[in-house]
């Protein structure tokens, strides 16, 4: 089964890859924080059932790597 990396959220768009929250000047740090971890939490519940989903575990991969930096960004 082929999965789109993309996160739609309800409140602040779609985005395509990490990057594009983490660039978006319109959302604040907590903002970007919240869009970043529910995307996050999605991928988990299609990991969970599909543990070898490769895109999937790609975008997660990059979701902990901007929320790191993000984290780091405001120490």
């Not at 990057?19 to 519940?45: G, N």
């Not at 969970?48 to 929320?67: F, G, M, R």
């Amino acid at each position: 089964m082929m999965y789109s990396s993309k996160f739609d959220h309800p409140k602040h768009g779609t985005y395509a890859h990490p990057q594009d929250v983490l660039k978006d000047d319109e959302l604040s740090e907590s903002e970007k924080q919240t869009v970043l971890e529910e995307w996050a939490a999605s991928l988990k519940h299609i990991l969970h059932n599909d543990p070898d989903a490769p895109q999937v575990k790609a975008t997660k991969e990059s979701l902990d790597e901007a929320i790191e930096r993000l984290a780091a960004g405001r120490t």
